[in-house]
Nanobody, 115 residues
């Protein structure tokens, strides 16, 4: 079993920044991908940024240049630095790990961007 715990969400004004963290624990091996998704009210969950196959980084076009995904393998932690936030970035952000045998999701952390 794998547990994912996100933190770092909150309220921020447009143009502001937040840093999300996701700490993974449990039987973590054979990682296919890990990263972040988000789901805005009334919309489907969408990819934000992921590490795929260990080396490839994929960003949604809407966040490219503003968001940066990073990781600390020693701490089993994935980060999402979000800069120049916009109201349309408001969503619940979910951490996701895709392992060889199963996919795991965190419970999510809410990010609200408004003035």
């Amino acid at each position: 079993q794998v547990q994912l715990v996100e933190s770092g969400g909150g309220w921020v004004q447009p143009g502001g920044s937040l840093r999300l963290s996701c700490v993974a624990s449990g039987s973590i091996f054979d990682i296919n991908a890990m990263g972040w998704y988000r789901q805005a009210p009334g919309k489907e969950r969408e990819l934000v940024a992921v590490f795929a196959a260990g080396v490839t980084t994929i960003y949604a076009s809407s966040v490219k240049g503003r968001f940066t995904i990073s990781r600390d393998n020693a701490k089993n932690t994935v980060y999402l630095q979000m800069n120049s936030l916009k109201p349309e970035d408001t969503a619940v952000y979910y951490c996701h790990f895709s392992l060889a045998l199963a996919d795991y999701w965190g419970k999510g952390t809410l990010v609200t961007v408004s003035s």
